[in-house]
């Protein structure tokens, strides 16, 4: 096994082609050929489903082969040897599936559970694929849309009032009162089919603002129960720049444009609407969190010109975002990826270009970091042993 350069190594990286992705986003981008098929995340990082490799190494065994070097004594003290996130470029055409991600403990318990079922663990009806809870930030590159958390249940009733179906009544008092489970459950049963499409039809024909979105979520994903359920959550928009976080519990589902994601590295995802993958509704209904809360937005932090960090509450990761135009320095001591977003992005001696990413290991000394562009930089997160 090659012991790792202190240098920055070059990542090749995976592109997943889910159904959701677009076909000519991160083409357009990364100045790329399109495929022909949808490009929707871009992998970079060391999780097993997917491992970025240097010079064919996959990224987890050249950390596993050396943690302390690759990712510094105090993150693989506190991780083990493994990095502890993983950064995404998405690009969304369609609406990513309604879900939640489970607690550490939550994930876990859910994981023996299923490994004592036998469930094998590349098994499309597996809901846990690892024991990590699975917080993620996304930061948007272009604007950026989506569903998270649930609104206040009372100016959810109001919300449904204004669609006129006389038989959401039930739903509107429950959710008066504050039982926003009940309605959730009731949404996604199928004992309750025929007043989703009373809810579908409606928000087709409806031509009130406030609803348009829910409204293109009917057009899209027709008889899908996750339509009704999204009645529930707050609509999110994000300008460039602007990045929200999801913690644990927490329900939602991206709807368009392009962003850079950074979550912990757990592929734990609990769904119940909006996709073809696998749904597991009682589980889900064990993990969602039904506080209303409003979306978590992470503002930047900005002591230096053209450097925006974006610091969310979750020790696996961090999130910093460089104007090239600017000289930057980074420091050494801990497992970074930087990735071009545009532009032209030099660290040391290695080159990088839109799309392109380098992975700088712990033992890396502090890093020059030149070009004209855009990139981001990934790093683990504040923690405390």
Known sequence: MPQPDPAPMRLATAIRPYDWGSVTALPQLFGTEPTGRPQAELWMGAHPGDPSTVGGTPLNELIADDPAGTLGEATAARFGPALPYLLKVLAIERPLSLQVHPTTEQARAGFADEDARGVPIDDPARTYKDTSHKPEMVCAITPFHGLCGFRDPAATAALLDRLAVPDLAPWSDL?????????????????????????EQALRESDDP???????LARACPGDPGVTAALLLH???????????LGAGVPHAYLGGIGVEIMANSDNVLRCGLTTKHIDVPELMRVV?????????????????GEHRYRPPAPE??????????????????????VCIDGEARLAGLTL?????????????????????????AEPGAFTL
């Open 235 to 245: 609509h999110v928009n994000l300008a460039p720049g602007q990045a929200l976080y």
């Open 289 to 305: 969190d039904f506080t209303p809360s409003a979306p978590h937005l992470v503002r930047p932090e900005q002591d230096t010109p």
């Open 175 to 199: 959710l008066r009162a504050g039982d926003l489970r009940t309605v959730f459950a009731q949404m996604l049963d199928d004992a309750h089919e025929p007043l989703r499409a009373q809810v």
């Open 210 to 216: 406030g609803l348009a979105v829910y409204g293109e």
């Open 353 to 377: 270009r839109p799309g392109e990413s380098a992975f700088i290991p712990a033992a890396a000394a502090s890093v020059p970091l030149v070009g004209k562009g855009t990139a981001y930089r």
């Open 317 to 338: 990761f961090a999130l910093t975002r460089y104007d090239l135009d600017n000289p930057h320095t980074l420091p050494g001591g801990g497992p970074q990826i930087v």
